[in-house]
């Protein structure tokens, strides 16, 4: 098993262009998350699906747009990147039942110039 | 606010000894989860160990513990024997009932560094 996985691993972008990361998993896990990580400010929520076909916004939602594409996949999309944004991002996984036990991809580092 | 504080930013410890991360929390759910994740220098998020409220005793997975103290809102991560592959950013983190699917708070992590 692959586990979760996201491409890419690395982006630079200029401000104002636009990207999506693509996360996809296949352990059969129904809820699905996107972070963002900053020095000394740990994880924070971006956005969440609970289940294929339902996302909701988290801590951090201003800028990103997500798709449950299906179970498997789950993208987050910067349509107008800016400075603000660059930081590590970080999709994870949890099965039914077990919220608790999310497995992370590898993450995606990316700079806005 | 913050509702999780990591107050150790970075701390050495010799390999073979033990080491303790604290952690406190903030909530006014009488029911939330708290959980320790390790982050090596690769980037990835490893999921340790998993503390629920109601749990009557202090989990333990191999190495790793939790010491659980509610009436003090603090869930210290307690590695003994560390080894050298220890050596990672180690993040706290909870969820909240009202958090039903699974979201997390994490804190700003504590850096350990194991030597030898």
């Known amino acids: 098993n692959a586990g979760v996985t996201q491409t890419p691993k690395f982006q630079v972008l200029k401000t104002g262009q636009s990207m999506t990361l693509q996360c996809a998993q296949d352990?059969?896990?129904?809820?699905m998350y996107w972070y963002r990580q900053d020095p000394g400010m740990g994880l924070r929520l971006i956005y969440y699906?609970?289940?294929?076909?339902?996302?909701d916004k988290g801590e951090v939602p201003n800028g990103y747009n997500v798709s449950r594409l299906n179970k498997r996949e789950f993208s987050l999309r910067l349509e107008s990147a800016a400075p603000s944004q660059t930081s590590v991002y970080f999709c994870?996984?949890?099965?039914?039942?077990?919220?608790?036990?999310?497995?992370f991809g590898p993450g995606t580092r990316l700079t806005v110039l | 606010a913050q509702k999780i504080t990591q107050t150790q930013p970075g701390m050495f410890v010799q390999e073979k000894e033990a080491v303790t991360l604290d952690c406190t929390y903030d909530?006014?759910?009488?029911?939330?989860?708290l959980f320790w994740y390790k982050q090596p220098s690769s980037g990835e998020m490893i999921f340790l160990i998993y503390?629920?409220?109601?749990?009557?005793q202090n989990a333990t997975e191999g190495r790793y513990s939790l010491n659980f103290q509610k009436a003090r809102k603090s869930a210290n991560l307690v590695i003994s024997a560390s080894q050298l592959g220890d050596s990672a950013m180690y993040f706290c983190a909870m969820r909240e009932v009202k958090d039903s699917w699974g979201k997390l708070q994490f804190g700003a992590g504590t850096q350990v560094v194991v030597t030898p």
């Open positions: 994870a996984s949890s099965p039914i039942g077990r919220a608790h036990e999310q497995f």
């Open positions: 699906s609970a289940s294929e076909g339902t996302t």
């Open positions: 503390q629920g409220s109601y749990d009557q």
């Open positions: 909530t006014s759910d009488p029911s939330y989860g």
């Open positions: 352990m059969n896990h129904n809820s």
